[in-house]
């Protein structure tokens, strides 16, 4: 059973960087799909990023294109994502998510019902 871990989150400042990671245990993910959600208190999870582990292909939602970076790194069964520039609209519980798919499925790839595997989340708050 894939299980999944994020950690990462904190307290930043606008402006500030983290970077948030998602470990899995379980299984390896080359067949998985890997999709980064958050969720602001009072609003509907939204997706952010994703990534094939397959073949490496990303994508961004348009809110965070060109602050928000997503990789991999398969040895280590992980996946990462940078958030540059924070803005306090972006505090919220960042989830790191799965499914089974060689490539990205681009007309779901942020639809949260899409995956099957999810982790508990952490926690990013941006404010001075």
């Known amino acids: 059973q894939l299980q999944l871990v994020e950690s990462g989150g904190g307290l930043v400042q606008p402006g500030g960087s983290l970077r948030l990671s998602c470990a899995a245990s379980?299984?390896?993910?080359?067949?998985?799909?890997i999709g980064w959600f958050r969720q602001a208190p009072g609003k509907e999870r939204e997706g952010v990023s994703c990534?094939?582990?397959?073949?490496?292909?990303?994508d961004y939602a348009d809110s965070v294109k060109g602050r928000f970076t997503i990789s991999r790194d398969n040895a280590k069964n992980t996946v990462y994502l940078q958030i540059n520039n924070l803005k306090p609209e972006d505090t919220a519980v960042y989830y790191c998510?799965?499914?089974?798919?060689?490539?990205?499925?681009?007309?779901?790839?942020?639809?949260?019902?899409?995956?099957?595997?999810w982790g508990q989340g952490t926690q990013v708050t941006v404010s001075s």
């Open positions: 379980g299984a390896t993910l080359e067949h998985y799909a």
């Open positions: 990534v094939s582990m397959s073949d490496g292909s990303t």
């Open positions: 998510a799965a499914k089974i798919s060689i490539r990205l499925d681009y007309a779901r790839r942020f639809t949260p019902g899409a995956y099957d595997y």
